[in-house]
């Protein structure tokens, strides 16, 4: 009876522990990441603050499988989505240099054809699916579609025909993010990525 009392003593006050950590972890959240941080009292004693992000439960085979799926597709592209506005943010600093717009031209030109050359091998690896995840997590990454992208830095005709090449493999360069909405798992798993928790 005593070791009954003893466990249930236990759990309450784990009980309490987590409504506290997850009470403070309502108000401070960090984004995505686990946190876990110490704090010193006037007396000396420390005290451990944890921050736990969710974990998803999936009964059904079919939406484990969705899931693990966009894991992988994630890991695989979203390096390549964070060099695209890497690259993105580097080609609008030199097009300021350029003052007359036919050279400005000239170099989206050249680097279109630079890029053509060192991704396309890529590419041709990727599946549709992991794809249209790459589109999304660079309309993620630059708040811009791809579409509009290719318009900004060639034209809408380029933008047009890529469109209509992407629409005739099914895919659309005019996704958006929404990860509120339908991408609200792809939210979490690129916040789980970005915390090295995958």
């Given at each position: 009876?005593?070791?009954?009392?003893?466990?249930?003593?236990?759990?309450?006050?784990?009980?309490?522990?987590?409504?506290?950590?997850?009470?403070?972890?309502?108000?401070q959240?960090?984004?995505?990441?686990?946190?876990?941080r110490?704090?010193?009292?006037?007396?000396?004693?420390?005290?451990?603050?944890?921050?736990v992000?969710?974990?998803?439960?999936?009964?059904?085979?079919?939406?484990?499988?969705?899931?693990?799926?966009?894991?992988?597709?994630v890991k695989?592209?979203?390096?390549?989505a964070?060099?695209?506005a890497?690259?993105?943010e580097?080609?609008?600093?030199r097009?300021?240099e350029?003052?007359?717009?036919?050279d400005?031209?000239?170099?989206?030109k050249?680097?279109?054809?630079?890029?053509?050359e060192?991704?396309?091998?890529?590419?041709?690896?990727?599946?549709?699916f992991e794809?249209m995840?790459?589109?999304?997590?660079?309309d993620?990454e630059?708040?811009h579609?791809?579409?509009?992208?290719?318009?900004?830095?060639?034209?809408?005709f380029?933008?047009?025909?890529?469109?209509?090449?992407?629409?005739l493999?099914g895919?659309?360069?005019?996704l958006h993010y929404d990860?509120?909405?339908?991408?609200?798992?792809l939210?979490?798993?690129?916040?789980?990525?970005?915390?090295g928790?995958?």
């Open positions: 009876m005593m070791r009954l009392r003893h466990i249930l003593l236990l759990l309450v006050v784990v009980l309490i522990a987590v409504t506290d950590v997850t009470a403070q972890s309502r108000r959240r960090v984004r995505g990441a686990t946190s876990v110490w704090e010193r009292s006037i007396t000396g004693d420390s005290t451990l603050h944890v921050t992000m969710t974990v998803p439960i999936y009964k059904r085979n079919r939406d484990i499988r969705k899931y693990q799926r966009m894991v992988n597709a695989k592209v979203y390096p390549l964070l060099e695209a890497k690259r993105m580097n080609l609008d600093e097009l300021a350029y003052e007359r717009r036919k400005q031209r000239g170099y989206t050249a680097i279109e054809d630079a890029l053509k060192e991704i396309t091998p890529m590419l041709w690896k990727m599946t549709r794809g995840i790459l589109l999304k997590l660079i993620r630059t708040n579609t791809v579409f509009n992208i290719i318009k900004d830095f060639r034209s809408g380029t933008a047009g025909f890529y469109q209509a090449l992407a629409r493999f895919n659309n360069l005019k990860p509120k909405g339908e991408d609200a798992m939210e979490q798993i690129v916040l789980y990525y970005k915390a928790l995958l």
